[in-house]
């Protein structure tokens, strides 16, 4: 991870049955910190969690359609 040189939107589902996401977003966020520091600004944080849930949302009524 050590290579990532681009913003990085990552969402859990905080309960999944199958994966352990909680676990492995906070793992990639801690190996993000200790290497590059990837705090961003509150707005810009509150904006990428709206856009992400508005694009969640969308591939739940039609996972067929494209989300760019």
């Known amino acids: 991870m050590s290579r990532i040189r681009v ?3 990552i969402g ?3 309960q999944d049955a ?3 996401s909680a676990f ?3 793992a990639v966020v801690g190996e993000l ?3 590059h520091d990837p705090g961003s600004p509150p707005q810009a944080n509150a904006l990428a969690i709206e856009q992400f849930w508005v694009k969640m949302l ?3 009524n039609d996972p067929r359609q494209r989300l760019n």
């Open 7 to 9: 913003p990085v939107l």
């Open 12 to 14: 859990d589902g905080g």
């Open 18 to 20: 199958i994966w352990d």
């Open 24 to 26: 492995s977003v906070t």
């Open 33 to 35: 910190r200790a290497t």
């Open 58 to 60: 969308a591939f739940f």
